[in-house]
């Protein structure tokens, strides 16, 4: 049996993702923190020999705010070169929303016949300098008109779904019946596959841990910022259920974002804001898979759709 593995880090401004959703937030201070330590990540043995998959902000709050849709993409352009070179995929993370100044509110850009415009229109500035392979949809969501939309573009993959989960209070994330592996959508009902499309959904996979707060194990995506304990916990849980796995090869796509990892922001019962514990975590995750004499390879999340595509659809 053999794992294709992805690390995925979401550029969302600092505070964004917790307890509740701050659109709001536009501090990228843990982004900023992520990219000076990336020499030091290097020399770590995790996750050093990970191309990471940076899955960057480019939508139009930054474009009204921050006066460039592409404004992190021009901010830190110096790293992203050198992270490109040195094997790491840069990846498009919309976030749509409709915010003309601080003082408005962020409103999310839910109705898909709108999103879908707004997606026209933002593409067709970044396209111009930005040539990105996947993508992933800020707030986990997708429509069939959206999916459609990114994959006329001519994207090779999409890292969106989240499945098990739906959102609440009319949030259109549902994924509740989404496959926790790689899948072709069908073009009516975006949790169930259909025949093969030319991009390929790779799910931030899910798996049960429990957090400090928590009565019992909840579904979250696999997310190495978590406190060693915690992540630990879930992995020996995901051990078990290995045991079950039937298919010759699997995908699995890991996700945090930079102020999980940063020493500088509060501490967190559930985030270690730790770049060593985040290390520490792809470690154990490795020695679980050698322990059970399992082949993995950690990939950037296009080069794993190839490999998907080539043993599942040859």
Request: with cysteine; proline share 7%; aromatic share 8%.
């Amino acid at each position: 049996m053999r794992h294709l593995l992805c690390l995925t880090v979401d550029t969302d401004p600092d505070g964004l993702s917790g307890r509740v959703t701050n659109r709001q937030a536009l501090s990228f201070a843990g982004l900023k923190n992520l990219l000076e330590l990336r020499e030091e990540i290097a020399r770590q043995a995790q996750p050093g020999n990970v191309p990471l998959t940076w899955f960057i902000r480019a939508d139009g709050q930054l474009e009204s705010i921050l006066g460039s849709a592409e404004y992190l993409l021009e901010e830190h352009n110096a790293a992203w070169t050198e992270l490109k070179k040195s094997g790491h995929e840069l990846a498009w993370h919309p976030h749509l929303y409709r915010q003309s100044s601080r003082a408005e509110a962020a409103n999310l850009i839910s109705d898909p016949a709108e999103a879908e415009d707004e997606l026209e229109r933002l593409w067709a500035g970044i396209k111009q300098s930005f040539h990105p392979r996947a993508f992933r949809n800020g707030e986990g969501w997708h429509t069939p008109q959206t999916y459609a939309v990114v994959e006329r573009f001519g994207f090779a993959c999409d890292s969106t779904a989240i499945p098990g989960r739906r959102g609440s209070h009319g949030h259109p994330m549902n994924w509740e019946k989404a496959p926790n592996q790689p899948y072709s959508p069908s073009s009516a009902d975006l949790c169930t596959p259909g025949t093969t499309r030319s991009m390929l959904e790779l799910p931030m996979n899910t798996w049960h841990l429990e957090g400090p707060d928590d009565q019992c194990p909840r579904l979250r995506y696999m997310n190495p910022a978590v406190h060693p304990k915690l992540f630990a916990k879930a992995l020996r849980n995901w051990e078990n259920a290995c045991t079950g796995l039937k298919q010759t090869s699997y995908v699995w796509v890991m996700i945090f974002h930079p102020d999980e990892v940063d020493p500088n922001q509060p501490s967190d019962p559930l985030y270690s804001r730790s770049v060593h514990d985040l290390s520490a975590n792809l470690a154990a995750f490795d020695d679980t898979l050698r322990r059970l004499k399992h082949g993995f390879e950690w990939l950037t999340i296009s080069d794993a759709a190839a490999g998907w595509r080539s043993v599942h659809e040859a």
